[in-house]
């Protein structure tokens, strides 16, 4: 497999389109946490400069170099959850992340079919809007793993506290082979999101015939 570094001499435009997707998704999702959670009553991430979509802030410089060469990143908010206020909110502020995605799938999807159906922009610029709608898919279906680490894990014990209880060292210590599998199979979850989208198009084409 090709590092995603080399498309910046074969083919700098998708390069730079990527880039842009995949860091505008991520600092959605990043700056959704920070939100709700200042909306619920902890300002942590708010005064730690986290009510921003700065790649830098949201991202840290770490990620995006991984990115640029490997085309791996991620983002991380930082959240007290002692200063929240309701029963649920640490589920909320979790939550908050993945919706986000899955709004921006939309938008991307809705996207696509206007441009297709208008016959605006070129190929390149259609399967561009796709993939970004793929793209959030796939970012919505991972992080809501009941994993440690992933926003799914922090909304199932603020839900079910007892799993949080009953989780052991054992399990907490599969992280690892957790995620080594989902690189593994990391395409077939944009195979997966292939076919939601191509369901949602076929839904959109009956809804505006």
């Known amino acids: 497999m090709d590092l995603f570094i080399t498309y910046l001499w074969r083919d700098p435009h998708l390069f730079f389109s990527v880039a842009v997707l995949v860091i505008l998704s991520i600092c959605t999702h990043e700056f959704m946490h920070a939100w709700v959670a200042h909306k619920a009553g902890d300002d942590t991430a708010a005064q ?16 995006l170099v991984l990115f640029c060469f490997f085309g791996l990143a991620w983002g991380r908010v930082p959240v007290n959850p002692q200063n929240l206020r309701g029963k649920y909110a640490p589920a909320l502020v979790a939550f908050a992340g993945p919706f986000s995605n899955i709004v921006l799938s939309q938008f991307f999807l809705l996207l696509t079919y206007v441009c297709f159906k208008a016959q605006w922009g070129n190929e390149f610029t259609i399967n561009m809007l796709l993939y970004g709608s793929h793209l959030n898919i796939v970012l919505f279906l991972l992080n809501m793993l009941p994993v440690p680490g992933f926003d799914g894990y922090a909304i199932i014990c603020n839900l079910f506290p007892k799993f949080l209880r009953d989780s052991s060292e054992a399990a907490r210590g599969a992280v690892f082979l957790l995620i080594m599998l989902l690189f593994i199979f990391f395409n077939k979850l944009f195979e997966l999101a292939r076919i939601i989208t191509a369901f949602e198009l076929v839904v959109l084409q009956w809804l505006t015939e």
């Open 48 to 63: 730690n400069g986290h009510l921003t979509f700065n790649p830098l802030k949201q991202m840290g410089i770490f990620s």
